[in-house]
Nanobody, 124 residues
Framework: QVQLVESGGGLVQAGGSLRLSCAASGRTFSNYGMGWFRQAPGKEREFVATITRSGARTDYANSVQGRFTISRDNAKNTVFLQMNSLKPEDTAVYYC?????????????????WGQGTQVTVSS
């Protein structure tokens, strides 16, 4: 079992930045590929970013490519999402998730553990 707790959400103006953190506990963090997803009001949850177990490879949704950066610190059992140049359409609840595997993953069903989410609101 892996427990995931997100933090760092909040209210920010368009063009601003936020850094989300996801602290993991339980099983060995470095055994899991990690991902961030988000869900806006009235919409389905969507993929945002993912990173391999070692942190060597990442992938992003087209909508955040070049603005968001995912990273991880295996010594601290934490994955981060640095969000720059935020837009009102980035407003959502952001979730981190853990996938058991050697690669990175972009689909919800590939993830086995989920956090409770943190709200990000971008005002125009």
């Amino acid at each position: 079992q892996v427990q995931l707790v997100e933090s760092g959400g909040g209210l920010v103006q368009a063009g601003g930045s936020l850094r989300l953190s996801c602290a993991a506990s339980g099983r060995t963090f470095s055994n899991y590929g990690m991902g961030w997803f988000r869900q806006a009001p009235g919409k389905e949850r969507e993929f945002v970013a993912t990173i391999t177990r070692s942190g060597a490879r990442t992938d992003y949704a087209n909508s955040v490519q070049g603005r968001f950066t995912i990273s991880r610190d295996n010594a601290k059992n934490t994955v981060f999402l640095q969000m720059n140049s935020l837009k009102p359409e980035d407003t959502a609840v952001y979730y981190c998730a853990a996938a058991s595997g050697t690669y990175y993953y972009t689909r919800e069903y590939e993830y086995v553990y989920w956090g409770q989410g943190t709200q990000v609101t971008v005002s125009s």
